[in-house]
C-alpha cells in the first residue's frame, strides 16, 4: 500500500508540482490548500504532511501546534524562512524538519523518504477524525478544538463517536441508543435527549459551532 502524503500550501502551482512528482514516485497525495482544508483531511490518515509556513488566516507553525497533539506522522516545513529562530520555532512545535525554499525535488523525496523509514520503525498512529475544526482522537479518546482539551463523559463520548463516524446520516433516538448501550441494554432511550443536550452545550461553548442537528420528526445526525 502506497505512503499518503499531505500538502499543505496556499501556492497552486506548488502543490501541483509535489503532488505529481511525489505520485510519479509511487506516493498517494492529497493537497489542502489552508489549515481549514489541511485538518478536514486529517481523516485520510497522512503517513507524512509536508507543511507551508507562509499561509493564510492561520500560517503552519500554528497549524501544527494544533495538530500534533493527535497526528505522529511526520512534519515536514516547507518555506523561504532562513533564520536560525525560524527553524527552531518550527521544531519547538512539532515539526520534524525544515526544507528552505527553493528545494531540489531531489532532496525532497530523499527527506521524505528517509523520514518515513524512521517513522515506520516506531510507528503508533492514533485513529482520527475531524470535524469544523474538532479533532477527535479515538484511541485516547480525547477531544480537541484548536489547543483546548473538550471533557465529555465516557456515555457522551460515544453518542459523538457514533454520530460523527456517520456525518450527514439521521439516527433517531432508540437507534443511537441501541448503538451505544447495546441492543439488550435495559433503559429508556429518552435519555438521549438529554445527552443531546449536554453535547450540544459543551461544544457550543468551547467552539460557538453547531454540530448536532435535530431532524424534526426524523431524529439527529452530525453536520459536516
Known amino acids: 500500500m502506497a505512503y499518503k502524503i499531505l500538502i499543505v500550501d496556499d501556492?497552486?502551482?506548488?502543490?501541483?508540482?509535489?503532488?505529481?512528482?511525489?505520485?510519479?514516485?509511487g506516493y498517494e497525495t492529497f493537497v489542502a490548500e489552508d489549515a481549514e482544508q489541511a485538518i478536514s483531511m486529517l481523516n485520510t490518515y497522512p503517513d507524512l504532511i509536508l507543511l507551508d509556513i507562509n499561509m493564510p488566516e492561520m500560517d503552519g507553525l500554528e497549524l501544527c501546534k494544533i495538530i500534533r497533539n493527535n497526528v505522529t506522522c511526520p512534519i515536514?516545513?516547507?518555506?523561504a524562512r532562513i533564520t536560525e529562530q525560524d527553524k527552531v520555532n518550527g521544531?519547538?512545535?512539532?515539526?520534524?524538519?525544515?526544507?528552505t525554499k527553493p528545494f531540489s525535488l531531489q532532496e525532497l523525496t530523499a527527506r521524505v523518504a528517509a523520514h518515513l523509514r524512521r517513522d515506520e520503525r516506531s510507528k503508533c498512529t492514533p485513529k482520527i477524525v475531524s470535524s469544523q475544526g474538532l479533532i477527535v482522537n479515538l484511541?485516547?479518546?480525547k477531544f480537541f478544538y484548536g489547543e483546548r482539551s473538550l471533557?465529555?463523559?465516557?456515555?457522551?463520548?460515544?453518542?459523538v463517536e457514533f454520530l460523527m463516524s456517520n456525518a450527514n446520516q439521521i439516527f433517531d433516538k432508540e437507534r443511537i441508543y441501541e448503538a451505544v448501550w447495546g441492543f439488550n441494554a435495559e433503559g429508556d432511550s429518552n435519555v438521549i435527549k438529554e445527552h443531546i443536550r449536554k453535547i450540544r452545550n459543551k461544544l457550543?461553548?468551547?467552539?460557538?459551532?453547531?454540530?448536532?442537528?435535530?431532524?424534526?420528526g426524523m431524529g439527529y445526525r452530525w453536520k459536516k
Request: with cysteine; charged share 30%; net charge negative.
Open 91 to 99: 521544531l519547538q512545535v512539532g515539526g520534524d524538519d525544515y526544507i
Open 151 to 159: 471533557n465529555l463523559s465516557n456515555r457522551e463520548f460515544d453518542i
Open 76 to 79: 515536514l516545513f516547507l518555506t
Open 11 to 25: 501556492e497552486k502551482m506548488l502543490t501541483e508540482l509535489l503532488s505529481s512528482h511525489l505520485q510519479d514516485c
Open 139 to 141: 484511541a485516547e479518546r
Open 204 to 216: 457550543t461553548e468551547a467552539t460557538g459551532k453547531e454540530y448536532i442537528e435535530t431532524v424534526w
